[in-house]
């Protein structure tokens, strides 16, 4: 793979399409900052990033996380009822994305993903999985367990 690129057109477009929904970072940075003022902030940003990736340094404020209890259902006393979530800069998820897009991008124009891939990776889910394993246990069943293409009653 060829070094990322991060051009102001990428930055611009994971800014813009942040959402204002999400909590800010240690930081404090809004999300809704971020999106609102994606065509003034693109450019220094994307100076900042390829500055950052050419030295191979990330801001020890972007590797700071704020962590959050988050309840499971059932009874909020028990302490294993709960999953933590880790809020981190949301400069660092906009370089990460960015960085992550182009990574995906190369993985799958070069096949380097396996097509039995589903978490993860662009146009795939859960469901997907789903309908592929019922595929194979129902031919499985039908085959009596025999490897495929082995005809039954040999």
């Known amino acids: 793979m060829q070094e990322v690129l991060f ?5 611009r477009k994971v800014l813009l399409s942040l959402d204002v929904n999400k909590s800010s970072g240690p930081d404090g940075v809004p999300p ?6 994606a065509p003034e902030l693109a450019p220094v940003l994307t100076r900042l990033f390829r500055y950052s990736y050419s030295l ?6 972007w ?9 499971k259902k059932g009874d909020r006393s028990d302490p294993s009822n709960y999953r933590f979530i880790a809020i981190t800069s949301l400069f660092s998820k906009v370089m990460e994305t960015v960085i992550n ?6 993985l799958e ?11 993860f990776h662009r146009g795939r889910s859960a469901g997907d999985l789903l309908d592929y394993l019922t595929h194979r246990w129902v031919e499985a ?5 025999l490897p ?7």
């Open 7 to 11: 051009t102001q057109r990428s930055v």
């Open 32 to 37: 809704i900052v971020l999106k609102t003022c």
């Open 56 to 61: 191979g340094i990330v801001p020890n404020s």
């Open 63 to 71: 590797k700071t996380a704020l962590v959050h209890p988050i309840p």
């Open 101 to 106: 897009s182009q990574l995906m991008r190369y």
């Open 109 to 119: 124009d070069h096949q380097l993903i396996s097509d039995r891939q589903y978490g």
């Open 141 to 145: 069943v039908e085959s009596k367990g």
């Open 148 to 154: 495929l293409g082995i005809p039954v009653g040999r």
